[in-house]
């Protein structure tokens, strides 16, 4: 049965909170110590400004594993993000990619989490991206705008995200879009300026052209994120020794009902966080 389309923002499970305190050094006694830090690090930065609350400090101190230095580097590195692609994601709402949710087959998540708890984006760049209407920057806005909405989730801060990205039916058309600017503003935002935690990313039902995109990708990979990323083709018996098919949808052999790459059901439920989105447009550099 799928799950309901919604925000998960109530408090993390027991079985989350265990597997905090095992990965993310998360006990009482750290999160006091470093909400505290953090909030102390932040007064001595008159030019970076964050809301100090813990439910926002703690967005940034979780993919840290609760050190503060480290989550004030992360702050850091997300406004420097936001400045430097000030076009892209400068005062951005859900209104400003409604018809791209609404209208378009391109980028979902999955209602239901995989195995482990993790939140599942899966985005169709292949065959169903019509580049005649949405173009690469609007995919990168739509990976923005949901990642936002997911730093809500407490569950999601500590299990972490998995990207699936299909590439089913590539032509030329798509590949243009995925310009070096395009790779370098994605690769940035994900392995230097999105706080939360990429677990796996898995590139399935690639055709041979899709080595043009992978030559763009490549020099901006880090170890990190290399180790991180694994390669199907059409093989999704590969696919499920890391996500197990009674959690995907019958696209790549789950034995979940087949899902239609649409964001429209998640359009209203982040219609409903606006003030956050707000929120999260006014922190960063103060110029």
């Known amino acids: 049965m799928a799950a309901k389309v919604e925000l998960q923002r109530q408090p ?29 690090l932040l007064k001595g930065e008159p030019t970076l400004h964050y809301k100090d609350d813990d439910e926002v400090l703690t967005v940034f101190l ?17 406004a420097d993000f936001k400045d430097k692609y000030a076009t892209t994601v400068k005062g951005l709402m859900p209104d400003d990619e409604k018809a791209a949710m609404l209208d378009h087959k391109v980028v979902n998540v999955m209602t239901n989490r995989d195995h482990k708890g993790r939140r599942v984006l899966i985005a169709n760049i292949g065959k169903l991206w019509d580049t005649k209407h949405l173009n690469g920057e609007q995919i990168f806005r739509l990976f923005y705008l949901i990642h936002v909405g997911a730093t809500l989730e407490p569950e999601t801060q500590i299990r972490g995200v998995v990207v699936v990205l299909d590439f089913d039916g590539l032509g030329m058309k798509q590949v243009a879009q995925l310009t070096p600017n395009f790779s370098l503003r994605l690769l940035s935002f994900i392995q230097d300026a999105m706080p939360l935690r990429l677990k796996e990313v898995h590139i399935v039902k690639q055709p041979y052209i899709f080595n043009i995109v992978w030559k763009v990708f490549q020099p901006f990979i880090k170890e990190k994120l290399k180790n991180r990323l694994f390669f199907h083709g059409s093989k999704m018996d590969s696919l499920h020794k890391h996500l197990d098919p009674s959690h995907l949808p019958a696209n790549y052999g789950g034995q979940l009902p087949e899902m239609n790459y649409s964001s429209a059901d998640w359009y209203p439920v982040i219609k409903e966080i606006e003030p956050y989105y707000e929120e999260w447009n006014k922190w960063g550099n103060q110029k």
């Open 12 to 40: 993390p499970s027991a079985e989350a909170l265990e597997l905090a305190k095992n990965e993310l050094r998360e006990t009482p006694e750290v999160v006091k110590e470093s909400l505290a830090k953090l909030r102390e």
């Open 62 to 78: 979780r993919p840290c594993k609760w050190y503060p230095e480290s989550a004030l580097a992360l702050m850091k590195r997300a």
